[in-house]
T-cell receptor
């Protein structure tokens, strides 16, 4: 499709397990963003890529969170040794130009539940 | 530090009423961008509008209108003649592309709009 695609749509994991969330941005979009949205809250910025370069990871809550975009297109957000507070919806967004002036187009998100 | 405040947690109106969603922002930058997004129950954030800090003209798109006032640091959103399909959570967001902070959007907590038939 033409939009941002995220998989899986839902993920359930036991505390302590590692998880990997995938984002396939709109073709040709330079910028890619990850956000975390807790229940009843607005999305919170995690990290930003311009092509394959991770230019900003100031929002990652701990060193258990790791993101990559090795070829400048698909991105993976990995969470190691998951904890219950990691339960949230993880949103990916892409935009056509660099930095934050352009509208970001969001995927449907991955709803992560840690038991 | 940048901040977005949406003081209205939930608004409920009857269909065809007009409704205004408030957004107040804080920024130290002179160049910034403001956005509104709609999040229906399906979860996807849908872009509605972008406004840069140098353009204070109000904008109208169909039943939607936006009022940007730098003097009060507000960027309010009005839906005229509301419809049930307008029911969703609406987020106001701020971006400071030239700032030293995060490159992403700073979102408010959202306003849950309920349109009753």
């Amino acid at each position: 499709g033409a939009g941002v695609s995220q998989s899986p749509r839902y993920k359930v994991a036991k505390r302590g397990q590692d998880v990997a969330l995938r984002c396939d941005p709109i073709s040709g979009h330079v910028s890619l963003f990850w956000y975390q949205q807790a229940l009843g809250q607005g999305p919170e910025f995690l990290t930003y890529f311009q092509n394959e370069a991770q230019l900003d990871k100031s929002g990652l809550p701990s060193d258990r969170f790791f993101a990559e975009r090795p070829e400048g297109s698909v991105s993976t957000l990995k969470i190691q040794r998951t904890q219950q507070e990691d339960s949230a919806v993880y949103l990916c967004a892409s935009s056509s130009l660099s930095r934050g002036s352009q509208p970001q187009h969001f995927g449907d998100g991955t709803r992560l539940s840690i038991l | 530090a940048q901040k977005v405040t949406q003081a209205q947690t939930e608004i409920s109106v009857v269909e065809k009423e007009d409704v205004t969603l408030d957004c107040v922002y804080e920024t130290r930058d002179t160049t910034y961008y403001l956005f509104w997004y709609k999040q229906p129950p399906s979860g996807e954030l849908v872009f509605l509008i972008r406004r840069n800090s140098f353009d204070e003209q109000n904008e109208i798109s169909g039943r939607y209108s936006w009022n940007f006032q730098k003097s009060t640091s507000s960027f309010n959103f009005t839906i005229t003649a509301s419809q049930v399909v307008d029911s969703a959570v609406y987020f106001c967001a701020l971006s400071e592309p030239s700032g030293g902070g995060a490159d992403g959007l700073t979102f408010g907590k959202g306003t849950h709009l309920i349109i009753q038939p």
